[in-house]
């Protein structure tokens, strides 16, 4: 977790890097200052999501959100740590590795994303024809949203499959 100087806020320096080019300075102060403005956002989440004076569903969705926030905060978290180490010259594994080593993966990393890929595609369809069964529902219930939801994530691991992918068919 970052551990934020006294400065805060955007532009201002968290946590001087030893040894850091002024790109990697200021990489680090922006991640660093979204992750101390995103506190107070899952702050508000939590608030609401525990509020008993809230209807359920806007609990719920409230919910919802914030296990994606802390998710984000998380990866916000890998990602400053990851550049604090770059710019010490560390040599030590990342929270976020790089895409080295990719080569010697190579051909399982194709053939496991292509039958991924494949199964990801088949979900899609089947959830676009749940969310038109889920119509005449759309304006009483949370279900259609979930369902909407559900196909933006897996429209996100048709990107992150084909991300690798691409990359480890460059690595050969």
């Known amino acids: 977790m970052i551990a934020p100087s006294v400065h805060g ?33 899952l702050d508000e989440y939590q608030s609401l999501a525990e509020d008993d004076s809230c209807s359920p569903a806007f609990r719920y969705i409230a919910r919802l959100i ?3 926030e802390r998710r984000h905060h998380a990866m916000f978290n890998d990602l400053a740590e990851a550049i604090k180490q770059m710019g010490e010259l560390r040599d030590e594994d990342t929270p976020i590795p790089s895409l080295q080593g990719l080569r010697g993966d190579r051909d399982r990393i194709i053939e496991t994303t292509a039958k991924l890929l494949k ?15 889920l119509k005449d529902v759309r304006e009483t219930t949370l279900w259609g949203l979930l369902i909407e939801l559900i196909q933006h994530d897996t429209d996100k691991h048709i990107k992150i499959l084909r991300f690798i992918r691409e990359r480890a068919e460059d690595s050969g």
């Open 66 to 68: 914030l296990e994606d």
């Open 119 to 133: 199964v990801e595609r088949d979900d899609a369809k089947k959830l676009k024809t749940l969310a038109k069964e």
């Open 9 to 41: 806020g955007k532009g201002k320096r968290m946590t001087h890097i030893v040894g850091a080019s002024v790109w990697e300075q200021e990489l680090y102060d922006h991640v660093c200052g979204h992750v101390v403005e995103e506190g107070a956002i």
